[in-house]
């Protein structure tokens, strides 16, 4: 079974540039998060998608920060624009249902200059 | 007070060693308790997963949750240069299905 791909796996961007990640989930898995995990900490949720509708978005910068899930499959998260602090991996992760176990890709690393 | 609080570590021990991570909680309405580990440059994966006070198994590691205390541990018997990464615990419930991550351990068996 294929896990969780992203891409890019990194990206190096300036501060005020714009940026976006990609994230396939596990084929047949309705419900979508991304995350993002600051280095030394843990990953802390962004967004919560259950098929192409948003869950929970609590966490989410929403002035800078988007994502969308069309079509309920592949899923977008974007900044725009960039900060210093927005430094860190993002994480992609998906599961059955929402109480289920969720399963992670390897993450993008973004560094922003 | 964070929602869970994390030995932060960083580990460092012989092969062979009896290894014990740790984390307490504050939110009482926590039901499901989680132990994920990552390795560098990896997304974590779930090691155990429990939703009772208690002991429970799986090879060398216990997870064990004492609710009363609101206290995690997950113990690696045996550890091995393999068992080298860092380990996050994870919790959720109250009718919510967001996992609150702990900081993470970063552990390192020595051969």
């Known amino acids: 079974e294929a896990g969780v791909a992203q891409s890019p796996r990194y990206k190096i961007i300036e501060k005020r540039q714009s940026v976006a990640f990609w994230c396939n989930p596990i084929?047949?898995?309705?419900?979508l998060y991304w995350y993002q995990q600051i280095l030394g900490q843990g990953p802390k949720l962004l967004i919560q998608?259950?098929?192409?509708?948003?869950?929970?978005d609590s966490q989410l910068p929403k002035d800078r920060f988007s994502a969308e899930r069309l079509k309920g499959v592949d899923s977008t998260l974007k900044i725009q624009p960039a900060k210093l602090e927005d430094s860190a991996v993002y994480l992609c992760?998906?599961?059955?249902?929402?109480?289920?176990?969720?399963?992670f890709g390897p993450g993008t690393r973004l560094t922003v200059l | 007070q964070k929602e869970v609080e994390q030995d932060p570590g960083p580990l460092s021990v012989p092969e062979g060693a009896i290894v014990s991570l740790n984390c307490t909680y504050s939110?009482?309405?926590?039901?499901?308790f989680m132990w994920y580990r990552q390795y560098s440059r990896k997304g974590p994966e779930l090691l155990m997963y429990t939703y009772s006070s208690g002991n429970k198994e799986d090879g060398r590691f216990t997870a064990q949750v004492d609710k009363s205390s609101k206290y995690i541990s997950l113990f690696i018997r045996d550890s091995q240069p393999s068992d080298s990464a860092t380990y996050l615990c994870?919790?959720?419930?109250?009718?919510?299905?967001?996992?609150?991550f702990g900081k993470g351990t970063k552990l390192t068996v020595n051969p």
């Open positions: 998608f259950q098929n192409n509708g948003v869950v929970d």
């Open positions: 084929s047949g898995h309705a419900t």
């Open positions: 939110n009482s309405a926590f039901q499901y």
């Open positions: 992760a998906s599961s059955l249902s929402g109480s289920d176990t969720q399963y």
């Open positions: 994870a919790m959720s419930g109250g009718g919510s299905e967001k996992l609150v």
